[in-house]
Protein backbone atom coordinates (compact mmCIF):
# COMPACT_ATOMS: atom_id res chain seq x y z
CA UNK A 1 0.00 0.00 0.00
CA UNK A 2 1.15 3.50 -0.74
CA UNK A 3 2.88 5.13 1.91
CA UNK A 4 0.14 7.89 3.41
CA UNK A 5 1.57 11.41 2.19
CA UNK A 6 2.36 14.55 4.76
CA UNK A 7 1.21 17.56 3.34
CA UNK A 8 0.42 21.07 4.21
CA UNK A 9 -2.16 23.10 3.41
CA UNK A 10 -2.19 26.55 2.12
CA UNK A 11 -5.49 28.56 1.98
CA UNK A 12 -7.66 25.57 1.94
CA UNK A 13 -10.47 27.54 -0.16
CA UNK A 14 -8.28 29.02 -3.16
CA UNK A 15 -9.90 28.72 -6.54
CA UNK A 16 -6.56 27.11 -7.93
CA UNK A 17 -4.85 23.99 -6.93
CA UNK A 18 -1.15 24.62 -6.69
CA UNK A 19 1.18 21.56 -6.20
CA UNK A 20 4.32 22.14 -4.64
CA UNK A 21 6.42 18.31 -4.26
CA UNK A 22 8.98 19.51 -2.21
CA UNK A 23 9.13 22.46 0.57
CA UNK A 24 11.19 25.65 -0.79
CA UNK A 25 12.91 28.19 0.90
CA UNK A 26 11.07 31.13 2.01
CA UNK A 27 7.48 32.81 1.92
CA UNK A 28 7.14 35.15 -0.61
CA UNK A 29 6.33 32.49 -3.06
CA UNK A 30 3.63 31.49 -0.26
CA UNK A 31 2.16 34.64 -0.07
CA UNK A 32 2.39 35.67 -4.00
CA UNK A 33 0.16 32.23 -4.75
CA UNK A 34 -2.20 32.18 -1.59
CA UNK A 35 -2.98 35.98 -1.92
CA UNK A 36 -4.25 35.07 -6.03
CA UNK A 37 -6.79 32.45 -4.70
CA UNK A 38 -4.84 29.24 -4.95
CA UNK A 39 -5.31 26.81 -2.47
CA UNK A 40 -1.44 25.52 -2.34
CA UNK A 41 -0.55 22.11 -1.35
CA UNK A 42 3.14 21.64 -0.14
CA UNK A 43 4.37 17.74 0.23
CA UNK A 44 6.45 17.72 3.46
CA UNK A 45 8.20 14.62 3.39
CA UNK A 46 11.75 14.86 4.10
CA UNK A 47 12.50 13.47 0.85
CA UNK A 48 9.92 13.90 -2.26
CA UNK A 49 7.22 12.56 -2.85
CA UNK A 50 7.76 11.29 -6.51
CA UNK A 51 9.63 8.26 -7.29
CA UNK A 52 11.90 10.11 -9.47
CA UNK A 53 12.28 13.96 -10.64
CA UNK A 54 12.25 13.10 -14.26
CA UNK A 55 8.73 14.37 -15.87
CA UNK A 56 7.77 12.91 -18.99
CA UNK A 57 4.75 11.34 -20.63
CA UNK A 58 3.52 9.45 -17.32
CA UNK A 59 3.49 12.78 -15.09
CA UNK A 60 2.55 14.79 -17.68
CA UNK A 61 -0.84 12.92 -18.92
CA UNK A 62 -1.54 12.21 -15.23
CA UNK A 63 -1.09 16.48 -14.36
CA UNK A 64 -3.61 16.79 -17.36
CA UNK A 65 -5.60 14.11 -15.88
CA UNK A 66 -5.88 16.67 -13.08
CA UNK A 67 -6.58 19.42 -14.59
CA UNK A 68 -2.86 20.53 -14.58
CA UNK A 69 -1.61 23.27 -17.14
CA UNK A 70 1.46 24.18 -15.80
CA UNK A 71 4.82 22.63 -14.52
CA UNK A 72 7.25 24.49 -12.76
CA UNK A 73 10.86 23.25 -12.29
CA UNK A 74 12.90 24.77 -9.45
CA UNK A 75 15.92 24.39 -11.51
CA UNK A 76 17.35 26.41 -15.09
CA UNK A 77 18.32 23.03 -15.96
CA UNK A 78 15.91 21.08 -17.23
CA UNK A 79 17.08 18.06 -19.07
CA UNK A 80 14.81 16.05 -16.46
CA UNK A 81 11.97 16.81 -18.36
CA UNK A 82 10.67 15.75 -21.46
CA UNK A 83 9.32 19.09 -23.45
CA UNK A 84 7.77 17.17 -26.18
CA UNK A 85 5.47 15.20 -23.38
CA UNK A 86 4.76 18.39 -21.77
CA UNK A 87 3.48 19.16 -25.41
CA UNK A 88 1.39 17.05 -26.19
CA UNK A 89 -0.09 17.25 -22.83
CA UNK A 90 -0.48 21.02 -23.43
CA UNK A 91 1.60 21.63 -20.06
CA UNK A 92 3.30 24.78 -19.51
CA UNK A 93 7.17 23.79 -18.49
CA UNK A 94 8.61 27.07 -16.68
CA UNK A 95 12.16 27.00 -14.86
CA UNK A 96 14.17 29.15 -13.12
CA UNK A 97 17.19 31.47 -15.27
CA UNK A 98 19.42 33.94 -13.80
CA UNK A 99 18.46 33.97 -10.72
CA UNK A 100 21.49 31.55 -9.46
CA UNK A 101 23.82 32.58 -12.07
CA UNK A 102 26.23 34.27 -9.68
CA UNK A 103 25.58 31.59 -6.78
CA UNK A 104 26.61 29.15 -9.07
CA UNK A 105 29.80 30.75 -10.28
CA UNK A 106 30.77 31.39 -7.62
CA UNK A 107 30.66 27.27 -6.11
CA UNK A 108 32.19 26.40 -9.61
CA UNK A 109 35.10 29.13 -8.19
CA UNK A 110 35.20 27.87 -4.82
CA UNK A 111 35.70 23.89 -6.41
CA UNK A 112 38.34 25.33 -8.53
CA UNK A 113 40.18 27.04 -5.61
CA UNK A 114 39.81 24.20 -3.37
CA UNK A 115 40.86 21.70 -5.66
CA UNK A 116 43.94 23.80 -7.26
CA UNK A 117 44.64 24.20 -3.55
CA UNK A 118 44.03 20.75 -2.11
CA UNK A 119 42.01 22.55 1.10
CA UNK A 120 40.31 19.84 1.85
CA UNK A 121 43.00 17.34 2.02
CA UNK A 122 44.76 19.87 4.46
CA UNK A 123 41.89 19.99 6.44
CA UNK A 124 41.43 16.43 6.87
CA UNK A 125 45.45 16.42 7.35
CA UNK A 126 44.69 18.95 10.18
CA UNK A 127 41.65 17.33 12.13
CA UNK A 128 43.62 14.30 12.22
CA UNK A 129 46.17 15.32 14.37
CA UNK A 130 48.97 14.78 11.49
CA UNK A 131 50.53 18.49 11.39
CA UNK A 132 53.73 18.74 13.00
CA UNK A 133 55.13 21.97 11.51
CA UNK A 134 55.53 23.95 8.51
CA UNK A 135 57.00 22.15 5.47
CA UNK A 136 57.76 23.34 2.52
CA UNK A 137 56.66 20.22 0.48
CA UNK A 138 53.39 20.27 2.41
CA UNK A 139 50.09 20.48 0.12
CA UNK A 140 51.89 21.97 -2.31
CA UNK A 141 48.79 22.86 -5.41
CA UNK A 142 48.47 25.37 -7.76
CA UNK A 143 49.17 29.14 -8.73
CA UNK A 144 46.06 30.51 -10.63
CA UNK A 145 47.62 34.20 -11.38
CA UNK A 146 49.05 34.25 -15.18
CA UNK A 147 47.59 30.37 -15.64
CA UNK A 148 44.12 30.05 -18.26
CA UNK A 149 41.23 29.06 -17.41
CA UNK A 150 38.69 27.00 -20.17
CA UNK A 151 35.38 27.13 -20.15
CA UNK A 152 33.34 24.96 -22.09
CA UNK A 153 29.61 26.23 -22.16
CA UNK A 154 29.97 30.02 -22.03
CA UNK A 155 26.24 31.37 -21.53
CA UNK A 156 25.16 32.71 -18.22
CA UNK A 157 26.71 30.83 -15.38
CA UNK A 158 29.93 29.99 -18.09
CA UNK A 159 30.32 33.63 -18.40
CA UNK A 160 30.06 34.80 -14.52
CA UNK A 161 32.63 32.23 -13.79
CA UNK A 162 35.04 33.22 -16.44
CA UNK A 163 34.80 36.74 -15.01
CA UNK A 164 35.13 35.66 -11.00
CA UNK A 165 38.58 33.76 -12.13
CA UNK A 166 39.76 36.62 -14.76
CA UNK A 167 38.86 39.43 -12.70
CA UNK A 168 39.87 37.65 -9.16
CA UNK A 169 43.18 35.81 -10.67
CA UNK A 170 44.09 37.52 -13.42
CA UNK A 171 43.36 34.24 -15.64
CA UNK A 172 43.99 34.31 -19.66
CA UNK A 173 40.21 33.08 -21.09
CA UNK A 174 39.96 29.70 -23.72
CA UNK A 175 36.56 29.43 -24.11
CA UNK A 176 34.38 26.69 -25.98
CA UNK A 177 30.77 27.57 -26.67
CA UNK A 178 28.85 26.56 -29.73
CA UNK A 179 27.95 30.58 -29.58
CA UNK A 180 30.05 33.59 -29.50
CA UNK A 181 30.47 35.03 -25.88
CA UNK A 182 30.20 38.58 -27.28
CA UNK A 183 29.69 40.65 -24.05
CA UNK A 184 32.47 38.37 -21.72
CA UNK A 185 34.96 38.82 -25.17
CA UNK A 186 34.29 42.77 -24.81
CA UNK A 187 34.55 42.61 -20.51
CA UNK A 188 38.03 40.62 -21.18
CA UNK A 189 39.49 43.11 -23.91
CA UNK A 190 38.53 45.95 -21.49
CA UNK A 191 39.38 44.61 -18.78
CA UNK A 192 43.20 43.88 -20.47
CA UNK A 193 43.31 47.22 -21.26
CA UNK A 194 42.50 48.78 -18.30
CA UNK A 195 45.58 46.04 -16.67
CA UNK A 196 47.85 47.13 -19.49
CA UNK A 197 47.21 51.01 -18.29
CA UNK A 198 48.05 50.04 -14.77
CA UNK A 199 51.19 48.40 -15.79
CA UNK A 200 50.17 44.96 -15.03
CA UNK A 201 50.34 42.49 -17.90
CA UNK A 202 46.91 42.42 -19.79
CA UNK A 203 45.09 39.26 -19.40
CA UNK A 204 43.42 37.87 -23.26
CA UNK A 205 40.58 35.98 -24.15
CA UNK A 206 40.68 33.44 -27.24
CA UNK A 207 37.19 31.68 -28.70
CA UNK A 208 38.58 28.07 -29.85
CA UNK A 209 37.51 26.29 -32.54
CA UNK A 210 37.10 22.82 -30.84
CA UNK A 211 36.38 21.71 -27.40
CA UNK A 212 40.13 19.60 -27.44
CA UNK A 213 42.11 23.44 -27.83
CA UNK A 214 40.15 24.35 -24.60
CA UNK A 215 41.15 20.53 -23.12
CA UNK A 216 44.61 20.84 -24.65
CA UNK A 217 45.25 24.38 -23.33
CA UNK A 218 43.93 25.70 -20.45
CA UNK A 219 45.37 24.84 -16.81
CA UNK A 220 41.60 25.10 -15.19
CA UNK A 221 38.62 23.72 -17.18
CA UNK A 222 35.10 24.54 -15.77
CA UNK A 223 31.99 23.04 -17.56
CA UNK A 224 28.82 24.76 -17.78
CA UNK A 225 27.15 23.55 -21.14
CA UNK A 226 23.73 22.68 -20.77
CA UNK A 227 23.24 18.54 -20.74
CA UNK A 228 21.43 16.83 -23.91
CA UNK A 229 22.94 14.50 -26.27
CA UNK A 230 25.70 16.47 -27.72
CA UNK A 231 27.06 16.58 -24.31
CA UNK A 232 26.55 13.43 -22.54
CA UNK A 233 30.29 12.24 -21.61
CA UNK A 234 31.91 14.76 -23.26
CA UNK A 235 34.34 14.36 -20.91
CA UNK A 236 35.65 11.15 -21.82
CA UNK A 237 38.71 9.17 -21.55
CA UNK A 238 39.89 10.37 -25.25
CA UNK A 239 39.38 14.26 -23.68
CA UNK A 240 40.84 13.70 -20.55
CA UNK A 241 44.14 11.87 -22.21
CA UNK A 242 44.30 15.89 -23.70
CA UNK A 243 44.40 17.31 -20.90
CA UNK A 244 47.52 18.54 -18.61
CA UNK A 245 48.51 16.50 -16.04
CA UNK A 246 48.48 19.10 -13.38
CA UNK A 247 45.20 20.85 -14.83
CA UNK A 248 42.06 21.48 -12.44
CA UNK A 249 38.42 20.32 -13.72
CA UNK A 250 35.20 21.83 -12.14
CA UNK A 251 31.98 20.45 -12.86
CA UNK A 252 28.80 22.15 -11.23
CA UNK A 253 26.82 21.58 -14.41
CA UNK A 254 24.95 17.65 -14.63
CA UNK A 255 26.80 15.21 -14.05
CA UNK A 256 26.48 13.06 -17.29
CA UNK A 257 28.55 15.39 -19.10
CA UNK A 258 31.69 13.64 -17.39
CA UNK A 259 32.26 9.75 -17.62
CA UNK A 260 32.91 9.28 -14.50
CA UNK A 261 33.80 5.49 -14.44
CA UNK A 262 36.93 7.34 -16.78
CA UNK A 263 37.16 10.11 -14.17
CA UNK A 264 37.83 8.07 -11.59
CA UNK A 265 40.72 5.94 -13.74
CA UNK A 266 42.20 9.59 -14.34
CA UNK A 267 42.33 10.11 -11.02
CA UNK A 268 43.91 7.24 -9.77
CA UNK A 269 46.63 7.06 -12.80
CA UNK A 270 47.72 10.85 -12.32
CA UNK A 271 47.78 12.38 -8.91
CA UNK A 272 48.20 15.88 -9.55
CA UNK A 273 45.68 16.06 -11.71
CA UNK A 274 42.52 17.74 -9.47
CA UNK A 275 38.81 17.94 -9.80
CA UNK A 276 35.77 19.71 -8.17
CA UNK A 277 32.59 18.21 -8.66
CA UNK A 278 28.96 19.45 -7.30
CA UNK A 279 27.19 16.79 -9.70
CA UNK A 280 27.28 13.28 -10.56
CA UNK A 281 26.40 10.78 -13.02
CA UNK A 282 24.21 8.86 -10.65
CA UNK A 283 22.86 11.62 -8.16
CA UNK A 284 22.90 10.68 -4.95
CA UNK A 285 25.66 7.94 -5.83
CA UNK A 286 28.98 8.06 -6.69
CA UNK A 287 30.77 5.82 -9.41
CA UNK A 288 33.10 3.40 -7.27
CA UNK A 289 36.62 4.37 -6.40
CA UNK A 290 35.66 8.40 -6.55
CA UNK A 291 34.80 8.34 -2.66
CA UNK A 292 38.48 7.21 -2.47
CA UNK A 293 40.70 9.72 -4.31
CA UNK A 294 42.32 12.48 -2.29
CA UNK A 295 42.43 14.55 -5.90
CA UNK A 296 38.62 14.96 -6.32
CA UNK A 297 36.60 17.52 -4.01
CA UNK A 298 33.12 16.74 -4.01
CA UNK A 299 29.79 18.37 -2.58
CA UNK A 300 26.51 17.53 -2.75
CA UNK A 301 24.57 19.42 -5.93
CA UNK A 302 24.66 22.86 -4.09
CA UNK A 303 25.73 25.47 -6.26
CA UNK A 304 22.83 27.26 -6.25
CA UNK A 305 22.11 26.87 -2.52
CA UNK A 306 22.32 30.41 -1.33
CA UNK A 307 19.70 31.90 0.47
CA UNK A 308 18.78 34.86 -1.94
CA UNK A 309 19.10 32.54 -4.60
CA UNK A 310 16.90 29.69 -3.46
CA UNK A 311 14.52 31.75 -1.84
CA UNK A 312 14.34 33.58 -5.83
CA UNK A 313 13.99 30.34 -7.03
CA UNK A 314 11.31 29.96 -5.61
CA UNK A 315 9.61 33.22 -6.52
CA UNK A 316 10.20 32.13 -10.20
CA UNK A 317 9.14 28.91 -9.89
CA UNK A 318 5.87 30.07 -8.36
CA UNK A 319 4.91 33.11 -10.83
CA UNK A 320 5.53 30.40 -13.68
CA UNK A 321 2.41 28.64 -12.63
CA UNK A 322 0.75 31.79 -11.11
CA UNK A 323 1.39 33.60 -14.59
CA UNK A 324 -0.25 30.65 -16.83
CA UNK A 325 -3.38 30.51 -14.15
CA UNK A 326 -3.74 34.06 -14.58
CA UNK A 327 -3.26 33.62 -18.38
CA UNK A 328 0.01 36.25 -18.76
CA UNK A 329 2.09 36.48 -21.39
CA UNK A 330 5.83 35.21 -21.10
CA UNK A 331 8.07 37.19 -20.24
CA UNK A 332 10.55 38.56 -23.06
CA UNK A 333 13.53 37.90 -21.94
CA UNK A 334 14.38 34.86 -19.55
CA UNK A 335 18.02 36.35 -18.98
CA UNK A 336 17.05 39.61 -16.61
CA UNK A 337 14.67 38.16 -13.91
CA UNK A 338 15.05 40.96 -11.49
CA UNK A 339 11.69 42.39 -11.56
CA UNK A 340 10.30 39.39 -10.50
CA UNK A 341 12.68 39.15 -7.80
CA UNK A 342 12.03 42.58 -5.54
CA UNK A 343 11.02 41.29 -2.13
CA UNK A 344 8.54 44.11 -1.38
CA UNK A 345 7.60 44.95 -5.18
CA UNK A 346 4.28 43.55 -6.89
CA UNK A 347 6.03 41.34 -10.03
CA UNK A 348 5.36 42.17 -13.60
CA UNK A 349 2.04 40.32 -15.19
CA UNK A 350 3.88 37.78 -16.83
CA UNK A 351 5.38 34.36 -16.13
CA UNK A 352 9.09 34.78 -16.06
CA UNK A 353 10.50 31.74 -18.43
CA UNK A 354 8.62 29.18 -19.99
CA UNK A 355 10.35 26.99 -21.94
CA UNK A 356 7.81 25.40 -24.47
CA UNK A 357 6.49 29.26 -24.26
CA UNK A 358 3.69 28.97 -26.56
CA UNK A 359 1.42 31.78 -25.94
CA UNK A 360 -1.12 31.25 -23.16
CA UNK A 361 -3.88 30.57 -25.51
CA UNK A 362 -2.48 27.86 -26.88
CA UNK A 363 -1.45 25.63 -23.49
N1 LIG B 1 24.98 22.46 -10.09
C1 LIG B 1 23.93 23.23 -9.99
O1 LIG B 1 23.29 23.35 -8.95
C2 LIG B 1 23.49 24.03 -11.17
C3 LIG B 1 22.91 25.28 -10.96
C4 LIG B 1 22.51 26.00 -12.08
C5 LIG B 1 22.69 25.47 -13.35
N2 LIG B 1 23.26 24.26 -13.50
C6 LIG B 1 23.47 23.71 -14.85
O2 LIG B 1 24.17 24.70 -15.62
C7 LIG B 1 23.62 24.73 -16.92
C8 LIG B 1 23.89 26.07 -17.56
O3 LIG B 1 23.09 27.08 -16.99
P1 LIG B 1 23.08 28.56 -17.60
O4 LIG B 1 22.07 29.33 -16.86
O5 LIG B 1 24.45 29.09 -17.73
O6 LIG B 1 22.52 28.21 -19.06
P2 LIG B 1 22.82 28.95 -20.44
O7 LIG B 1 21.81 28.44 -21.38
O8 LIG B 1 22.96 30.42 -20.22
O9 LIG B 1 24.27 28.40 -20.83
C9 LIG B 1 24.50 27.13 -21.38
C10 LIG B 1 25.52 27.29 -22.48
O10 LIG B 1 25.89 25.98 -22.95
C11 LIG B 1 26.14 26.13 -24.35
N3 LIG B 1 26.14 24.83 -25.01
C12 LIG B 1 25.09 24.06 -25.35
N4 LIG B 1 25.52 22.94 -25.97
C13 LIG B 1 26.87 23.02 -25.99
C14 LIG B 1 27.89 22.19 -26.51
N5 LIG B 1 27.60 21.04 -27.14
N6 LIG B 1 29.17 22.57 -26.38
C15 LIG B 1 29.48 23.73 -25.75
N7 LIG B 1 28.55 24.58 -25.24
C16 LIG B 1 27.27 24.22 -25.38
C17 LIG B 1 25.02 27.04 -24.82
O11 LIG B 1 25.31 27.59 -26.09
C18 LIG B 1 24.99 28.07 -23.70
O12 LIG B 1 25.83 29.17 -23.96
C19 LIG B 1 22.13 24.39 -16.70
O13 LIG B 1 21.53 23.87 -17.85
C20 LIG B 1 22.18 23.40 -15.58
O14 LIG B 1 22.23 22.08 -16.10
C21 LIG B 1 23.66 23.52 -12.44
O1 LIG C 1 19.73 23.51 -12.83
C1 LIG C 1 19.67 23.99 -11.70
O2 LIG C 1 19.13 25.08 -11.47
C2 LIG C 1 20.28 23.27 -10.53
O3 LIG C 1 20.74 22.03 -10.78
C3 LIG C 1 19.59 23.44 -9.25
O4 LIG C 1 20.04 24.66 -8.79
Redesign the pocket.
Same mark, same amino acid.
Given at each position: MAKPISIEVWNPSGKYRVVSTKSMPGTRWIRLLTDNDCRLEICTEAKTILSVDDWGEVLFSALKRAGGTAFSNM?? +???NVDVEAANRNGIAVGNT? +?V #? /?E /??AE?AASLTLAAARRIVEADQFMRAGLYEGWLPHLFVGNLLKGQTVGV =? *? !? *?? =? +? @??YARMMIEGFKMNLIY? %???Q?TRLEKFVTAYGQFLKANGEQPVTWKRAAT?EDVLREADVISL??? #? %?K /??YH #?INPERLAIMKKDAVLV?? @??GPVIDEVALVEHLKANPMFRVGL %??FEDEPYMKPGLADMKNAVVVP?? !???SKWTREGMATLAALNVLGKIKGYPVWGNP?QVEPFLKESATPPPACPSIVNGMPSSKL
Open positions: AV +GYNP +G #L /T /TTL =I *G !A *GR =I +G @SAY %DLYAMHPV #L %D /TT #LNA @SR %DVHI !ASAN
